[in-house]
């Protein structure tokens, strides 16, 4: 009793568990011998006992069919020394039904045992997963804010110099209705700026966009560009109508994104603008004669994150962007994105 008190303690290491059972297997066969006529209540009601905590510590077909044929050994060992061989088949017959129950009922037990500490492992894989998609969105949502916050702030106010400094040459030249002229449009640019730039505080999604059609909303670009710069734009605009909001909002900035490069680096004369559908998806293309740039340097510059972002939110949509550059005969920029009844795969 004492022994089977500390038994989880005593076989917690299997190396040495073997200790455990010889002393408790003499223990029994002392008893048994003890008990002389009578040995075969302990052979069916301890000897059992002891298989089920073999079984619990080793768990090995091997190692309890051979701890069992030690068993027999010492029952059939007995009933010969004690000259009760005619019963020792019904002894050998309960001894092995009372091992079937035992075994069964600690195998159940173990079953239950292993199956809790899968789901236990389970459920520690998937709190690990649990946190590493949290990190993942927390990182996308952090890309995604520095896209939206680069197309309204950064861009807005990269116009608002622009235009400023256009203002500058025209005062030098005393061309001061001109240069008046763009003060207004300046002062519409940076009102257009502030309300993107609160929008996107709020709940980091465009939602102007409901307001016009999409093709209202390109042209307002176009003509920005050209209040802005004095280059002529050409090119073919579709008429669109119940376009899906996030793509709206996508490929506005990118329209805005391409233009604001070629303000800043094209050294461009002339710029053409094509938003077209072509099999079922929008494509939009855009070309300058400027001094063209090196494609490889995408995302490479400190501070130059636009052609990323535009990258970025291409993904996002499932489409294609692809930049020809032939210096010094310009850029061409061709942007596909398929139309979708599901939406978009944004995080």
């Not at 980091?204 to 966009?209: K, P, T």
């Not at 280059?231 to 008429?239: A, F, L, N």
């Not at 050294?267 to 094509?274: D, G, K, P, S």
Request: glycine share 6%; with cysteine; proline share 2%.
């Amino acid at each position: 009793m004492v022994l089977n008190w500390y038994f989880i303690r005593l076989t917690r290491n299997r190396h040495t568990a073997w200790i455990y059972f010889s002393i408790q297997l003499f223990i029994l066969c002392l008893a048994s011998f003890m008990a002389a006529y009578v040995y075969g209540l302990i052979t069916i009601g301890l000897f059992p006992l002891l298989v089920g905590q073999f079984v619990y510590v080793y768990y090995d077909k091997i190692k309890i069919g051979m701890f069992m044929a030690v068993l027999y050994a010492i029952i059939t060992l007995f009933a010969i020394s004690e000259d009760a061989m005619p019963g020792v088949i019904i002894l050998l017959a309960l001894f092995t039904l009372m091992n079937i129950i035992v075994i069964g009922i600690v195998n159940l037990m173990l079953q239950q045992y292993y199956a809790r500490m899968r789901t236990q492992n389970f459920l520690d894989e998937l709190e690990i997963a649990h946190r590493q998609v949290e990190e993942l969105t927390v990182a996308n949502e952090r890309q995604r804010m520095a896209r939206d916050l680069h197309d309204t702030l950064a861009q807005g106010l990269v116009g608002i110099i622009m235009q400023l400094e256009a203002i500058n040459v025209h005062l030098s030249n005393r061309n001061h209705e001109r240069a008046q002229q763009i003060v207004l449009s300046s002062m519409e640019g940076a009102r257009h700026t502030l309300a993107e730039a609160r929008e996107v505080i709020d709940n980091l999604r465009l939602q102007s966009a409901d307001n016009i059609t999409f093709t209202d909303a390109v042209r307002e670009e176009l003509d920005r560009f050209i209040g802005a710069t004095g280059i002529p734009v050409t090119g073919q605009i579709e008429e669109f109508r119940n376009l899906p909001q996030l793509l709206t909002e996508h490929s506005l900035y990118m329209i805005r994104e391409s233009l604001t490069n070629i303000t800043r680096h094209a050294q461009a004369q002339h710029v053409e603008v094509n938003v077209l559908v072509v099999n079922g998806s929008l494509v939009i293309e855009i070309t300058d004669d400027g001094k063209g740039f090196d494609p490889e340097q995408i995302g490479r510059q400190p501070g130059h994150y636009g052609l990323l972002g535009m990258q970025e939110r291409v993904r996002i949509m499932g489409g294609r962007l692809s930049i020809s550059n032939h210096v010094p005969q310009g850029t061409h920029i061709q942007i596909e994105i398929p139309f979708h009844t599901g939406g978009y795969n944004e995080i």
